[in-house]
């Protein structure tokens, strides 16, 4: 399976983010590790360039709309990368997939697989 050429990994200072971040570490991808933990998001994109991707550490709080707004528009200005609905997802958006799912509405649905990615990803 090929990799998407710009990836954005949040919770990327440690753990699972830090290792999702190194999986996808390679030439070619332009990869943002987010954390609202300097040193150890820094010490992720260290890592990762060393794999030899194009990393940068960015300090976001997700939990902050603002502040991941400027980030994305920040990693799409650094890396060439378009957003096709023009932002990043939100709650929202899965939530409202998954309300559709246990509704009525798809009763008729089964063993479907539903990209809920606003386009990012296109699969035939």
């Known amino acids: 399976m090929a990799l998407p050429q710009r990836v954005i990994v949040t919770g990327a200072a440690q753990g699972i983010g830090r290792a999702v971040a190194l999986h996808v570490a390679s030439p070619g991808v332009h990869l943002a590790v987010w954390d609202v933990k300097r040193d150890g998001v820094e010490e992720t994109a260290k890592l990762c360039h060393e794999k030899g991707a194009a990393a940068r550490a960015w300090t ?3 939990g902050d709309a603002d502040a991941i707004e400027a980030a994305v528009s920040a990693f799409e200005r650094a890396s060439g990368a378009r957003i096709p ?14 309300a559709f799912l246990l ?3 798809a009763g008729y649905m089964t063993g479907q ?3 809920a990615n606003g386009g990012a990803i296109m699969v035939p």
């Open 60 to 62: 976001v709080d997700v």
């Open 85 to 98: 609905m023009g932002r990043i997802g939100r709650p929202e958006d899965i939530a409202a997939v998954v």
């Open 103 to 105: 509704s009525d509405d």
């Open 113 to 115: 697989s539903v990209a």
